[in-house]
């Protein structure tokens, strides 16, 4: 099968970068030619305001090239990841000038949410769920707290909504969950086009030991990932358990602070994929604090493949991701206390490590390999060509 993957990669990287390239490496593994067509978002700089104003909406060089490039190939789908902003919709019509069926993936809420994530002023937030205009998004600026690129943001789900877009130009999404498939039937997108598929991790890294004797966290740091959370269950415990941060953001003044005033934080900073699955291998137990609806974060995958277990919010997509009491364990957002005597419980007990462990690894070998996510995928890719057909 001739395929056609599409994404606008992100200035920083991301869960969804990697989750493109998997993809792609996938399909060429078993036999399919695949032609990725990108764009970055470095290329922003280079365009004025009117165009970064309204390339988000409608790029017209982007729908030019994507129908010129789907001749050239002879693509029999095309598969887009993230449109936001220089892609834009404009490809969906593209595909649909060139007889080409359309797959989504839905890494996130953007859709339905300018912000992308139901989050706003510390707690999650559905304002605009049901919106036409998802006005709220402005007034509040919930996109890069400006109200202007929030607008863009909301100008581009209020246009295609007009238009039809998501429900005509889209042959099936996949979303990640089921919660995120419910959350997206909720705001409007029709629920016979849904289908549910994780992601995956390719190659299998093997399990770690898990004998490093402290606690990893691995992401953005920002208000929504929970880190002021995560830090106030640290200062419970003193200098008892020692916690490494990998990764940056606007809140990393706050976690370099944390770490003078607690020796047991150690903050990391950004690292390669290979230096986290290394940590992952030796860490005792992922923290994933959030206070917003996480898609799918590719660091369960990997934290599951080596076998270790994860404490997390119970909240959105991460409640069923986790197994309380069996993969790791679930704590009321925002609940430092409740975090705090769960991370001392699995540092403190070899057993119940190395059970959780065991469990996290099993999961990940059922649901989160290749093989079981290509069988998926090629379903899903069956049924965008029949619905095509019609």
Not at 203 to 225: C, I, N, Q, T
Request: proline content about 5%; charged content about 20%.
């Amino acid at each position: 099968m001739n395929i056609t993957v599409l994404h606008n990669f992100y200035q920083l990287p991301g869960g969804e970068d990697q989750v493109f390239k998997g993809e792609v490496d996938l399909l060429r593994s078993f036999g399919h030619v695949v032609s990725p067509f990108v764009l970055s978002n470095d290329q922003l700089a280079q365009l004025n305001r009117i165009r970064q104003a309204s390339s988000p909406i409608w790029n017209e060089d982007a729908y030019s090239k994507v129908r010129q490039h789907l001749r050239e190939t002879n693509a029999e789908i095309v598969h887009v990841h993230n449109t936001f902003p220089l892609a834009s919709p404009s490809v969906y019509y593209a595909a649909r000038a060139e007889g080409v069926p359309v797959v989504q993936t839905l890494h996130n809420f953007r859709l339905l949410c300018p912000a992308a994530n139901f989050f706003r002023d510390g707690h999650t937030c559905e304002s605009c769920l049901h919106s036409i205009t998802p006005w709220p998004a402005v007034v509040h600026a919930c996109y890069r707290d400006s109200r202007m690129a929030s607008a863009v943001a909301a100008g581009v789900i209020t246009a295609h909504r007009a238009l039809g877009t998501w429900n005509t130009k889209i042959d099936r999404f996949i979303a990640l969950t089921e919660f995120a498939r419910q959350k997206f039937i909720s705001g409007g997108l029709p629920a016979e086009k849904i289908s549910v598929k994780p992601n995956f991790m390719h190659p299998d890294p093997g399990p770690g030991a898990g004998d490093g004797g402290f606690a990893l966290y691995v992401g953005r740091l920002s208000p929504e990932k929970g880190i002021e959370t995560l830090i106030d269950a640290w200062s419970l415990h003193g200098s008892g358990i020692p916690l490494k941060i990998v990764g940056d953001g606007p809140l990393r003044d706050l976690v370099t602070a944390a770490a003078e005033r607690n020796k047991s934080i150690e903050l990391l900073g950004w690292c390669e994929k290979e230096v986290v699955l290394s940590l992952m291998r030796s860490a005792a137990v992922l923290i994933l604090p959030s206070l917003c609806y996480e898609g799918f974060p590719m660091t369960v995958v990997e934290a599951f493949a080596v076998g270790l277990p994860v404490i997390a919010s119970r909240i959105g997509s991460l409640a069923s991701l986790i197994e309380h009491g069996r993969t790791g364990f679930l704590f009321e957002p925002g609940n430092s206390e409740e975090l705090s005597a769960q991370a001392a419980s699995v540092l403190n007990s070899v057993s119940l490590r190395q059970s959780l462990g065991s469990a996290a690894r099993k999961q990940f070998l059922t649901d989160y390999t290749q093989k079981a996510n290509y069988s998926i995928l090629m379903e899903i890719y069956s049924s965008a060509c029949r619905i095509k057909a019609q």
